[in-house]
């Protein structure tokens, strides 16, 4: 099963990674024009990758329009329609945020039969204030007809960024439901101080640290744990076509002594340059509880990405 799906996800990144870059026609307030890819876009300023020029920034209130630019297929004339936003699903909401869906699925029939469907959510947004960062995933497995695994969690970060220092605050809240647990479902705060080492187009790293509260809830008891959060975070974009992210959080418990978690997070990330913003990424979460039985919940995927 895993070395057919393998097959069928390299065949996928052939052809698809060999297809051709769209561009944007970009008419600036003067009237001239550039084609050139857009690479990120921020409340202020449109950052491009142009083709001779290389890659450089153009302050929004510049820009007249940005139009999509796609190669025409012999005896068939171009055709380009304006960029708008319209947020999530067309709904409005979350307009000139960074969007992506993903969705992974595999199975087997025949002596066993098993399915494995993934499905996560990712919401980003930075400018020179403040940067948003939501990211939820739901993993369902069965087994002959059985279901194993059944869970949800969600993570929302919210930075107050200070201008002209590397320094700034965080709120970060978390909620996780598991079918499967003694618990109901749990949520996760914490909040404090977070520095930037390094942040720019190739490469970010920042780390925030500060107190945590971790609210369980049973179906007999309810439990509150005070810890610390030591968090890092980084995305490095190796490639034009390849990126690699990691988070870190370790929690040592402060009202009970001894006992600890630590939360890893690693994707790798490949675009596929078909369709706007199509990926595949390679996904691996692990979460070590020193309080419970099974202390490592190591998780890996691969799934489909696709902006929104």
């Known amino acids: 099963m895993h070395s057919s799906l393998f097959r069928s996800l390299i065949f996928i990144l052939l052809f698809f990674g060999s297809s051709s870059t769209s561009a944007e026609i970009i008419t600036l307030q003067n009237g001239d ?3 050139a890819v857009v690479k990120k876009k921020t409340d202020t300023q ?15 209130e510049d820009i007249a329009s940005i139009n999509y630019e796609e190669k025409a297929l012999p005896g068939k004339q171009v055709s380009s329609t304006p960029f708008v936003d319209k947020g999530l699903f067309y709904s409005g909401f979350f307009r000139n945020w960074k969007r992506s869906l993903e969705v992974g699925l595999n199975g087997a029939a025949g002596v066993s039969d098993n399915s494995k469907f993934r499905s996560a959510l990712e919401l980003r947004y930075e400018d020179y204030k403040k ?11 069965e087994e002959n007809k059985e279901t194993e695994e059944n869970r949800l969690t969600a993570n929302l970060i919210r930075d107050w ?5 590397k320094w700034f605050y ?3 809240f978390g909620y996780d439901w598991d079918r499967f647990k003694d618990w109901d479902y749990r949520t996760r705060t914490s909040s404090g101080p977070g520095y930037e080492f390094v942040n720019n187009e ?9 107190p945590s509260i971790y609210h369980t809830v049973g179906r007999d008891s309810n439990t509150t744990v005070i810890e610390a959060d030591f968090g890092v975070e980084m995305m490095w974009k190796i490639r034009d076509k390849h990126t690699l992210g ?5 929690y040592p418990s402060i009202s009970d002594k001894g006992n600890y978690r630590n939360v890893t997070t690693l994707d790798w990330k490949i675009d596929l340059n078909y369709y706007r913003d199509l ?8 979460e070590l509880d020193s309080t419970e039985m099974e202390r490592y919940d190591l998780k890996y995927n691969i799934s489909l990405v696709l902006g929104l």
């Open 33 to 35: 024009t550039l084609h």
């Open 46 to 60: 449109v950052y491009i990758e142009h083709e001779n020029l290389g890659a450089f920034a153009i302050i929004r």
């Open 131 to 141: 940067r948003w960062h939501f990211s939820m995933f739901y993993l369902l497995t």
């Open 161 to 165: 960024l200070l201008p002209n220092t």
């Open 170 to 172: 965080f709120s970060k």
């Open 202 to 210: 190739k490469l970010k790293i920042l780390s925030r640290f500060g």
């Open 246 to 250: 990691l988070t870190n959080d370790f």
């Open 279 to 286: 990926g595949v990424k390679f996904g691996v979460y692990n």
